[in-house]
């Protein structure tokens, strides 16, 4: 199919000083928990998206020399010749479809405690790292004339690898942005008045211009609305104009990074528009900026109206490498669009390989040798039946059915989607649906899978069925009796208490009030039930042993917005708190350091603690047929295991067991 003319301006080539970019797609510069310690893993995965049709593809923060580390977090780096080849990997695979390829040379300043070199972190001012007891040294003249000579040398080693796009990384709290804060008030011509602080930044412009602008256009990645701390909105519009056209492209975010990279249940498509709309009035050099952007639509409107010359995305290329090929070939329906629960960062925030809810071949392309789009034709004729329509049941079967398999696909309940279905309709969360929802419109497209919806099967309906393989994928039931992390056996007197889980208020369950909800599960269920009860006006108290409310949502970057909701809607937070026994109308409640207890009223308890795997019918049939448990019936987990797991199962099906380590690592070397 043609591509919908409507869309012909995203395929319009842009200049970037001496480099053009084929269209106007733009992969952003984001991590990946690989970063210096995977080079092979990293390269690969790029290169997936130069294949996928991106204009341009960036590394993620790259530091520019050993005397900055952001570690236990793996940024990429360009300390010496070792890292330019590990760099020029990623170069050759990503020129090798066409894309630019671009680095963001990072120094992080105070703000990283250079928990690896133990060297002294520089910084304007001696002040706090982001995290933990270390400060840094304050930067003499010396230092900031050694800091540009290390900018320079990092950027000739950029362009040595091939990189076509060199960043200066002005913005989220690091050297450069510390620089141009406020806060910064050296006494000599690097701190103090507006154009002083530029100074450093604009010296570097040059520098690195003069240095490698024959070849590489310079980029600065600069926030809209100034640096977070207490930034004066007029101030970024100031020093704008004073580089306006100093470098070859402006990357322009917002200061708040849980708005830059909001999640979906806060934060809709194109949020930053408003707080950015003014850069291009100021340069005539190319902006691209970011939003969260999967619809084609909504990326025209933003260059036609002139807010944006490129269509910068860091999720909506993670979700869907291939976003722009699918564009370009007529099929935007196809795209499998990000639904903003930010897992990739967090599993990027531990250090660990990255990954997506939507996308399970994200960072296994060169491991386990997964490609978004291609999957090997089936190897035999055997039959598949799935049973369970959630994340895992819709991913097995829609890569089974993509695989040439004939497969049934039966769901007890009378809509496909499991937990996601159920979920989405949680405050905030419709766009988690689209995990369902872009499943059904590839299943949709395959006429080797039935699917049958309402038909919960038991054992002899599934022997009677006959199918040579059957993938269990019925999920996991939130647990009554309050058993998780704290309480390893049932809470004492659960079972005279009036005791309703997330599955049932998913359900739609009549909760009396006041509701004690005991979060022992730490990410968004806890918090997110709370705001649900209080939204329907009851009175709702929320008990966790953690300091904070949904503790684990530090990582996907929306813990503090979900407390401060929480806060504002009036519900009751009971922190470092746990529900000790429970009553018919009472519980008590009992401090999760000391050994002080007290009674509270309840007239009905939500327990979001663990949850059960319904794996009863493998128990039943595992001597018998050949059925395998994937999915949360398999681990209770994110959505994201449970795409990867039911993914994993179509991959597997018909090959050999793995010999050893089933999948391939990337090994530092011995001496
Ligand atoms: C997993 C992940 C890692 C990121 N790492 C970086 C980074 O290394 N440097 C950076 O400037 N921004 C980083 N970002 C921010 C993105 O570049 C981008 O500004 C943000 O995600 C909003 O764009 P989006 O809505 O297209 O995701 C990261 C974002 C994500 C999701
Ligand atoms: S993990 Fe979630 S937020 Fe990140 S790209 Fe995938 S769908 Fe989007």
Known sequence: MARDPRYDVLFEPVRIGPVTARNRFYQVP???????????????????????????????????????????????????????????????????????AGVELWYGGGVSANLYSREASLGPWSHPAAEGPEQCRAMDKADIRALRGWYVEAAERAQRAGFDIVYLYACHEYMLSQFLSPANRRSDEY????????????????????????????AVRFSADGPDDGGDSEEPQAMLEILADLPDLWDIVVADYSLEMGASRFVKEAALEETMAWVKQTT??????????????????????????????????????????????????????????NICYASDSLGVPIRCTQNPSMGEEWRRGWHPERIPEK????????????????????????????????????????????????????????VRDWRMTQLNQLPNVEIHLASELDSEQILEFAADRVALATGAAWRRNGTGRWHKTPIAGWESANVFTPDDVMDGAVVPGPVLLFDDDHYYMGGIVAERLRRAGLEVTLVTPDGNVSAWTRLTDEQWRIQARLIELGVRLETGTVIESLGVDEAVLACAYTDRTREVEAASVVMVTSRAPRDALYRELAEHIDIVPIGDCLAPGTIASAVHSGHRYAREMDAAPPDGVPFRREHALAP
């Open 191 to 218: 701190g103090g008045s507006l154009e002083n602080r530029v100074r450093l930044l604009c010296e570097l412009i040059e520098e690195t211009k003069q240095a490698v602008g024959d070849t590489c256009a310079v």
């Open 379 to 434: 190897t035999s004729d055997r039959t598949v039946l799935v049973i369970g329509a959630g994340p895992a049941g819709l991913e097995a079967a829609r890569a089974l059915g993509q695989r040439g398999y004939s497969v049934t696909l039966a769901e007890a309940r009378r809509e496909l989607g499991g937990r996601v279905s159920r979920e989405s309709t949680l405050p905030g969360l419709a766009e988690w649906a689209r």
């Open 30 to 100: 984001h991590c990946t928990g690989m970063g210096y310690r995977m080079p092979q893993t990293l390269a690969a995965m790029r290169e997936v998206k130069a294949e996928g049709g991106w204009g341009v593809v960036c590394t993620e923060y790259c530091s520019i020399h050993a005397s900055s580390d952001d570690s236990p977090q793996a940024t990429a780096s360009l300390w010496d010749e070792e890292d330019v080849r590990a760099q020029a990997l990623m170069v050759e695979k990503t020129h090798r479809h066409g894309a630019l």
């Open 284 to 341: 005539q050099k190319p902006v691209v900026s970011v939003g969260r952007f999967t619809s084609p639509d909504t990326m025209v409107r933003q260059v036609k109206a002139g807010i944006v010359d490129l269509i910068g995305a860091a999720r909506p290329s993670i979700a869907d490498p291939f976003l722009p090929a699918k564009i370009e070939a007529g099929r935007p329906e196809d795209i499998r669009e990000c639904i903003g629960c």
